[in-house]
């Protein structure tokens, strides 16, 4: 069964930054995408990056140029780097994977119904 575990959450300060972790137990870890999302209480799940089986990445607008998505193959691990932490990026952050489509159209890398299975969240707070 597929697994995926995230770590790294913190409570920071703004302008901080956070190394998210998510540690997957796929077989096929390497030919299937992957996303980040975040979700705060109230609202539904924002993507927030995803990386495809071979490399592209997607950011949603707001953390353009201060997230980092990438993946470590062998490790079958998923990062998300977040630099210059700002108030509105606190939430619970997930990572989640398809298990069944390997390639997602770029328009959709952020659309949660894109991907079926969801690790159980980390927690990031951003004081300002």
């Known amino acids: 069964q597929e697994q995926l575990v995230e770590s790294g959450g913190d409570s920071v300060q703004a302008g901080e930054s956070l190394r998210l972790s998510c540690a997957a137990s796929?077989?096929?870890?390497?030919?299937?995408?992957l996303a980040w999302f975040r979700q705060v209480p109230g609202k539904g799940r924002e993507g927030v990056a995803s990386i495809d089986h071979d490399g592209p990445t997607n950011y949603a607008d707001s953390v353009k140029g201060r997230f980092t998505i990438s993946r470590d193959k062998p490790k079958k691990m998923i990062y998300l780097e977040m630099n210059s932490l700002k108030s509105e990026d606190t939430g619970m952050y997930y990572c989640?994977?398809?298990?069944?489509?390997?390639?997602?159209?770029?328009?959709?890398?952020?659309?949660?119904?894109?991907?079926?299975?969801w690790g159980q969240g980390t927690q990031v707070t951003v004081s300002s």
């Open positions: 796929r077989f096929a870890f390497a030919a299937y995408p």
């Open positions: 989640a994977t398809s298990t069944t489509t390997r390639f997602v159209p770029e328009s959709r890398r952020l659309n949660s119904s894109e991907y079926d299975y």
